[in-house]
């Protein structure tokens, strides 16, 4: 079974500039995730997508953090304008129904504001 | 709000060693407990998990201990080898499908 797929698995930008990630669940998984993980600390959800619909957008900085998942199953997350603070791992999950406990993490894309 | 913390950012363990990694937890109303395995480069990997409605869950290797009396998680490693070296979260959440709050990580070192 394919795992989460991301990329790109590096990025280095400057602030204020734009940068985009683009996550792949794992087949048949209707939950998706995007965490950040800033270094030395555990990964902090920013949203959570149940298909298409977002479930819990909570911690979604909305002022310049974004995310879709059109079809329901690739999603994208952007930051626009980056600050140096979004300096951090940036991971996708995925989970085969709302409601299932494991979630599958991908590799994560490293953001680098300078 | 109320989060998963960790006693001990650092763990060094000589192999074959037992290794044993601690976690407290502020809310009460958690349901379910996780323990993840990050190595460098990579996303968490599922360990093991356990429900507040038990105290043990064994699976190969390794062991979770729940003792919500004074919100503490424990994951036991046996015989740990040099793969073991990762850094492992706790993680919490109230109910299937809600959103998981993880602790700030320990890393295990293993010693050949």
């Known amino acids: 079974e394919a795992g989460v797929a991301q990329s790109p698995r590096y990025k280095i930008i400057e602030k204020r500039q734009s940068v985009a990630f683009w996550c792949n669940p794992i087949?048949?998984?209707?939950?998706l995730y995007w965490y950040q993980q800033i270094l030395g600390q555990g990964p902090k959800l920013l949203i959570q997508?149940?298909?298409?619909?977002?479930?819990?957008d909570s911690q979604l900085p909305k002022d310049r953090f974004s995310a879709e998942r059109l079809k329901g199953v690739d999603s994208t997350l952007k930051i626009q304008p980056a600050k140096l603070e979004d300096s951090a791992v940036y991971l996708c999950?995925?989970?085969?129904?709302?409601?299932?406990?494991?979630?599958?993490f991908g590799p994560g894309t490293r953001l680098t504001v300078t | 709000g109320e989060s998963v913390g960790l006693h001990l950012p650092t763990l060094s363990v000589q192999e074959g060693d037992n290794s044993i990694i601690n976690c407290a937890y502020s809310?009460?109303?958690?349901?379910?407990f996780i323990w993840y395995k990050q190595e460098s480069g990579k996303g968490p990997q599922f360990i093991i998990d356990?429900?507040?409605?038990?105290d043990k869950r064994q699976g190969q290797r390794v062991t979770v201990l729940l003792n919500k009396t004074v919100k503490h998680l424990s994951l036991q490693i046996a015989a740990t080898q040099p793969g073991d070296s990762a850094v492992y979260f706790c993680?919490?959440?109230?109910?299937?499908?809600?959103?998981?709050?993880f602790g700030g990580g320990t890393r295990l070192m293993v010693k050949p």
């Open positions: 999950a995925s989970s085969f129904l709302d409601g299932s406990y494991e979630q599958y």
């Open positions: 087949s048949g998984h209707a939950t």
């Open positions: 997508f149940q298909n298409n619909g977002v479930v819990d």
């Open positions: 809310n009460s109303a958690s349901d379910y």
């Open positions: 356990i429900r507040s409605n038990m």
């Open positions: 993680a919490e959440t109230l109910d299937a499908g809600n959103m998981l709050t």
